[in-house]
């Protein structure tokens, strides 16, 4: 069974940093996708990004390229989402997921529907 824990969340002034964390257990993760979504209030979950886990190639929304960073840690099973230069349209409650069918697609999914895995999130709140 495979199960993914967020942490890192909290409230951060808007132009300020935050570092998420996710752990995954019960799996290799060799042919997976592992990616962060985030949901606001009245929103639909949308993609922030992904990394595929083996080759460490990575995928951005356009509203956080260039500001964001998603990284992996094999050795520890971590997938991290570095936000930078924050803004308070980023607040939200943050997800993580995991895609076990990449090889079957060869691409990062952005869509919620592909991710059979998900964290119960955390909270990053942006104030300005």
């Known amino acids: 069974q495979v199960q993914l824990v967020e942490s890192g969340g909290g409230l951060v002034q808007a132009g300020g940093s935050l570092r998420l964390s996710c752990v995954a257990f019960?799996?290799?993760?060799?042919?997976?996708?592992m990616a962060w979504f985030r949901q606001a209030p009245g929103n639909e979950r949308e993609f922030v990004g992904g990394?595929?886990?083996?080759?460490?190639?990575?995928d951005y929304s356009d509203s956080v390229k260039g500001r964001f960073t998603i990284s992996r840690d094999i050795t520890k099973n971590m997938v991290y989402l570095q936000m930078n230069t924050v803004k308070p349209e980023d607040t939200a409650a943050y997800y993580c997921?995991?895609?076990?069918?990449?090889?079957?697609?060869?691409?990062?999914?952005?869509?919620?529907?592909?991710?059979?895995?998900w964290g119960q999130g955390t909270q990053v709140t942006v104030s300005s």
């Open positions: 990394i595929v886990w083996t080759a460490g190639r990575t």
């Open positions: 997921a995991a895609d076990r069918n990449y090889r079957a697609r060869w691409y990062i999914s952005s869509l919620a529907e592909s991710y059979d895995y």
């Open positions: 019960g799996d290799t993760f060799s042919s997976y996708v």
